[in-house]
T-cell receptor, first 113, second 115 residues
Framework: AQSVTQPDIHITVSEGASLELRCNYS??????LFWYVQSPGQGLQLLLK??????LVQGIKGFEAEFKRSQSSFNLRKPSVHWSDAAEYFC???????????FGTGTRLLVSP | GAGVSQSPSNKVTEKGKDVELRCDPI?????LYWYRQSLGQGLEFLIY????????KSGLPSDRFSAERTGGSVSTLTIQRTQQEDSAVYLC?????????????FGPGTRLTVL
């Protein structure tokens, strides 16, 4: 069965500092990988996704993620965090034949001034 | 254009009552999904509709939960005889064709509280 692990429940980053949120997945074949962000009281917004091709994926709001098959990872990065990035971030995996997404437990990002 | 909309945004009900949650997907999207977000379980898939195909109900937690999609558009999730453990945020999403790599666009959710 597919699974997604986000090992960090909370992360605090200073505004302007770089950010890396970790995501590890468990799936035998090449997965489809997604990062979503959820602001308080809001639904989920897609930041970026990977399903083939270049392993470094660019997304919205200055985010990027790198698919590393050897490490079963899809970590999310941003070079300089803004206060408005404070939110909860979810990594998710899907695959061919399964339309549902399997989500990680999320990482709550706090941005300190 | 308009995104996925859900109503009501909040619902408070008493244990044992039935509730209906509504989802309006993005116009033209053929696939529709329901997920549940709760503190103990995180984000869980509930059910998936694609066109006129039989829905994938594999995520429904009990037979008290059901969903329908009328006319290939609006969907209603019904929970009968609600229990306190049903308290959660119910999220609806839609995608263009339901392919695995399609982006799922989420609505703002309905927060259900069962007293």
């Amino acid at each position: 069965a597919q699974s997604v692990t986000q090992p960090d429940i909370h992360i605090t980053v200073s505004e302007g500092a770089s950010l890396e949120l970790r995501c590890n997945y468990s799936y035998g074949a090449t997965p489809y990988l997604f990062w979503y962000v959820q602001s308080p009281g809001q639904g989920l917004q897609l930041l970026l996704k990977y399903f083939s091709g270049d392993t470094l994926v660019q997304g919205i709001k200055g985010f990027e993620a790198e698919f590393k098959r050897s490490q079963s990872s899809f970590n999310l990065r941003k070079p300089s965090v803004h206060w408005s990035d404070a939110a909860e971030y979810f990594c998710a995996v899907g695959n061919t034949g399964f339309q549902k997404l399997v989500f990680g437990t999320g990482t709550r990002l706090l941005v300190s001034p | 254009g308009a995104g996925v909309s859900q109503s009501p945004s909040n619902k408070v009900t008493e244990k044992g009552k039935d509730v209906e949650l509504r989802c309006d997907p993005i116009s033209g999207h053929t696939a529709l999904y329901w997920y549940r977000q709760s503190l103990g379980q995180g984000l869980e898939f509930l059910i998936y509709f694609q066109g006129n195909s039989a829905p994938d109900k594999s995520g429904l937690p009990s037979d008290r939960f059901s969903a329908e999609r009328t006319g290939g558009s609006v969907s209603t999730l019904t929970i009968q005889r609600t229990q306190q453990e049903d308290s959660a945020v119910y999220l609806c999403a839609s995608s263009l064709e339901g392919a695995s790599a399609d982006t799922q666009y989420f609505g703002p959710g309905t927060r259900l509280t069962v007293l």
